[in-house]
């Protein structure tokens, strides 16, 4: 192994930015570390000093993200533990006997779960529209697939799985001219690729601030961009109205019951700002030069099938992969303990789209490529595949 390698052994090779960024960029931890040792107060639970420093960075934060997805009421985005808890919040607040749900087929279960349930329980109907095995969705089956008593459309704004990118535009334009709420999951491209609440037809945005907001984990949020009603999901403490047996209506009160997550706010609020400051389009840029590179150097590999799409502007960076005649969970292994390279493998939360890709079975090792993904990295990850091969052979 060449000197170059040798360090990135000693160092590890992170290549599972799907799942969560690392490194996080240093002024994250130092937001964090500020807060924890020269503030540590709530946010609207007092009057004095600290607290209304700590009212004004969630304040600030508030903005800072509605500058990102260009929301101009900060009052509408409503801070969670993260984007699961953001859909399930959504689904569960507006869904009634009897509603529709039309949704794609490459969702995680952070949706597909919740839905199930709620068919379930609120006899709901679910409508999962057909997808090709690239994981490309026509948004005109979108509209051939509602119906009168369609209340909502959900879609994940990328697979987390083959990276591929949804019509996003496309199915708000839809929804708008039917008047259904359309939600739509910013997990794998929120502070990855640019996403307008206005132009892109958004009512909900869901968003978690552990992978491309680049934040602390246990962040994430809503921005509400609907004027319909949305049961709260629980009750609780907000810091004001006490006397009141019910939550407020106003926002973001009434979703924010208890002790907000300040020091994971600390870290977002840093994010945030590094995201604006550096611009979501050249962060974009600099992941699909690395992304366009990693498919052609694995496509060069004999016996390396790769699944989804394989034109980078149709993509994020999370590729999915399988080797013949290799177990992928004892692939993932391998390149942990041989060469310090940590992947994903398995079916990654998204059952249906591993059923169309024929891997439900199997699973395939996807490694997710992130802001900080270097070409070297990822040729050090080529390097040890191709030992691993031979190591197979042999």
Same mark, same amino acid.
């Given at each position: 192994?060449?000197?170059?390698?040798?360090?990135? $052994?000693?160092?590890?090779? *992170?290549?599972?930015?799907?799942?969560?960024?690392?490194?996080?960029?240093?002024?994250?931890?130092?937001?964090?570390?500020? *807060?924890?040792?020269?503030?540590?107060?709530?946010?609207? +639970?007092?009057?004095?000093?600290?607290?209304i420093? #700590?009212?004004?960075?969630? *304040?600030?934060? +508030?903005?800072?993200?509605?500058?990102?997805?260009?929301?101009?009421?900060?009052?509408?985005?409503i801070?969670?533990?993260?984007?699961?808890?953001?859909?399930?919040?959504?689904? +569960?607040?507006?869904?009634?006997?009897?509603?529709?749900?039309?949704?794609?087929?490459?969702?995680?279960?952070?949706?597909? %779960?919740?839905?199930?349930?709620?068919?379930?329980d609120?006899?709901?109907s679910?409508?999962?529209?057909?997808?090709?095995?690239?994981?490309?969705?026509n948004?005109?089956?979108?509209?051939?697939?509602?119906?009168r008593?369609?209340?909502?459309?959900? /879609?994940?704004?990328a697979?987390?799985?083959?990276?591929?990118?949804?019509?996003? %535009?496309?199915?708000?334009?839809?929804? =708008?001219?039917?008047?259904?709420? $359309?939600?739509l999951?910013?997990?794998?491209?929120?502070?990855?690729?640019?996403?307008?609440?206005?132009?892109?037809?958004i009512?909900?945005?869901?968003?978690?601030?552990?992978?491309?907001?680049?934040?602390p984990s246990?962040?994430?949020?809503?921005?509400?961009?609907?004027?319909?009603?949305?049961?709260?999901w629980?009750?609780?403490?907000?810091?004001?109205?006490?006397?009141?047996?019910?939550?407020?209506?106003?926002?973001?009160?009434? /979703?924010? #019951?208890?002790?907000?997550?300040?020091?994971?706010?600390?870290?977002?609020?840093?994010?945030? =700002? *590094?995201l604006?400051?550096?611009?979501v389009?050249?962060?974009?840029a600099?992941?699909?030069?690395?992304?366009?590179?990693?498919?052609?150097?694995?496509?060069?590999?004999?016996?390396?099938?790769?699944?989804?799409?394989?034109?980078?502007?149709l993509?994020?960076?999370?590729?999915?992969?399988?080797?013949?005649?290799?177990?992928s969970?004892?692939?993932?292994?391998?390149?942990?303990?041989? &060469?310090?390279?940590?992947? =994903?493998?398995?079916?990654?939360c998204?059952?249906?789209?591993?059923?169309?890709?024929?891997?439900?079975?199997?699973?395939?090792? =996807?490694?997710?490529?992130?802001?900080?993904?270097?070409?070297?990295?990822?040729?050090?990850f080529? &390097?040890?595949?191709?030992?691993?091969?031979?190591?197979?052979?042999?």
């Amino acid at each position: 192994m060449c000197e170059q390698f040798e360090t990135l $052994f000693k160092k590890g090779v *992170y290549l599972d930015h799907a799942a969560t960024s690392f490194p996080k960029p240093d002024c994250v931890v130092q937001s964090i570390n500020n *807060y924890i040792v020269n503030n540590g107060a709530s946010s609207s +639970r007092g009057g004095y000093g600290r607290a209304i420093k #700590a009212d004004y960075m969630v *304040y600030e934060t +508030r903005k800072w993200i509605g500058e990102l997805f260009n929301h101009k009421k900060p009052s509408d985005i409503i801070f969670t533990s993260g984007v699961t808890e953001s859909l399930n919040g959504i689904m +569960r607040g507006i869904l009634k006997d009897g509603d529709h749900v039309i949704t794609s087929s490459i969702e995680h279960n952070a949706v597909w %779960r919740c839905l199930k349930t709620l068919e379930r329980d609120r006899n709901i109907s679910i409508t999962t529209v057909k997808t090709t095995k690239e994981g490309i969705t026509n948004h005109k089956d979108i509209e051939d697939n509602i119906q009168r008593n369609t209340k909502l459309i959900v /879609f994940n704004h990328a697979s987390n799985v083959i990276g591929t990118i949804q019509p996003i %535009r496309e199915i708000g334009k839809i929804a =708008r001219k039917y008047s259904i709420l $359309f939600l739509l999951d910013t997990a794998q491209t929120a502070g990855i690729l640019p996403i307008d609440m206005e132009a892109d037809n958004i009512d909900i945005l869901a968003f978690t601030g552990h992978k491309g907001l680049l934040g602390p984990s246990g962040t994430g949020g809503l921005i509400i961009n609907w004027d319909g009603d949305i049961e709260e999901w629980k009750s609780g403490g907000t810091g004001g109205n006490s006397a009141d047996p019910f939550m407020p209506e106003i926002l973001p009160n009434k /979703f924010e #019951a208890g002790t907000m997550n300040m020091v994971g706010i600390a870290g977002l609020h840093a994010s945030i =700002r *590094y995201l604006l400051d550096t611009g979501v389009d050249k962060i974009c840029a600099v992941e699909k030069e690395v992304i366009g590179y990693t498919l052609e150097q694995l496509g060069a590999i004999n016996g390396i099938q790769i699944f989804g799409t394989n034109n980078v502007d149709l993509m994020v960076g999370a590729i999915s992969f399988t080797i013949d005649g290799i177990d992928s969970g004892k692939a993932g292994s391998w390149l942990d303990k041989r &060469y310090h390279i940590m992947v =994903r493998t398995g079916i990654h939360c998204a059952p249906i789209l591993h059923k169309i890709m024929g891997t439900d079975k199997t699973g395939t090792i =996807r490694i997710g490529i992130g802001y900080s993904t270097t070409k070297e990295e990822i040729d050090y990850f080529i &390097y040890a595949l191709k030992e691993l091969l031979k190591e197979q052979l042999n």
